[in-house]
């Protein structure tokens, strides 16, 4: 079955950074586009990033323009997420989300990693 | 940019009624970029419908949405006890990447 499943979060200090990771399986990962979504707490969905299958296309969000860089690793089925100049509205849990070709919503997602920005 | 503005904030309803869920775009958008998503805390949301009306694998016939242009609707015809949580409608744009609504929380009533 679908599974992706998140790692790499913490507690780090404004203006620090960290990658967090997603590791898939069950499903031909190169096929697919990978997200990041987050979730501030009490507040609702916001979209990060997307990665196409092939690498060449990556889209952010405004908030994260310049700060964030998504990659992915076809060979180990996995997606990144760095995160740079981190700052205290970053706080939120990230989940990963795949979108299957042709399709703008996002089908499966993992558990999530909480990423808290404090000092 | 286009908003997404769901309604109402909170729902309130009995398992067996019927919930209608609203989501309102500030310009229309296409019917095959709507979907909706369920979130229980602590867990992965879960997409429900793609394309404003098209139920993702596994997601049970009381599911349904429907809608076009700027008006989008989610109905659950008869409630489940396993139904009650944070319901989110979801655009993509091809010059603003993805939206979501600020959600709609359904709670029993």
């Known amino acids: 079955q679908v599974q992706l499943v998140e790692s790499g979060g913490g507690v780090v200090q404004p203006g620090g950074s960290l990658r967090l990771s997603c590791v898939a399986s069950?499903?031909?990962?190169?096929?697919?586009?990978m997200h990041w979504v987050r979730q501030v707490p009490g507040k609702g969905l916001e979209w990060v990033s997307v990665?196409?299958?092939?690498?060449?296309?990556?889209y952010y969000a405004d908030s994260v323009k310049g700060r964030f860089t998504i990659s992915r690793d076809n060979s180990r089925n996995t997606v990144y997420l760095q995160m740079a100049n981190l700052r205290a509205e970053d706080t939120a849990m990230y989940y990963c989300a795949r979108s299957e070709p042709g399709r703008f919503s996002f089908d499966y997602w993992g558990q999530g990693t909480p990423v808290t920005v404090s000092s | 940019e286009i908003v997404l503005t769901q309604s109402p904030g909170t729902l309130s309803l009995s398992p067996g009624e019927r919930a209608t869920l609203s989501c309102r775009a500030s310009q229309s958008v296409s019917s095959s970029y709507l979907a909706w998503y369920q979130h229980k805390p602590g867990q992965a949301p879960r997409l429900l419908i793609f394309?404003?009306?098209n139920r993702a694998t596994g997601i049970p016939d009381r599911f349904s949405g429907s809608g076009s242009g700027t008006d989008f609707t989610l109905t659950i015809s008869r409630l489940e006890p396993e139904d009650f949580a944070v319901y989110y409608c979801?655009?993509?744009?091809?010059?603003?990447?993805?939206?979501f609504g600020q959600g709609t929380k359904l709670e029993i009533k």
């Open positions: 394309g404003a009306s």
């Open positions: 979801q655009k993509y744009g091809t010059s603003t990447g993805y939206t």
């Open positions: 069950g499903f031909t990962f190169s096929t697919y586009g």
């Open positions: 990665i196409s299958t092939d690498v060449n296309n990556r």
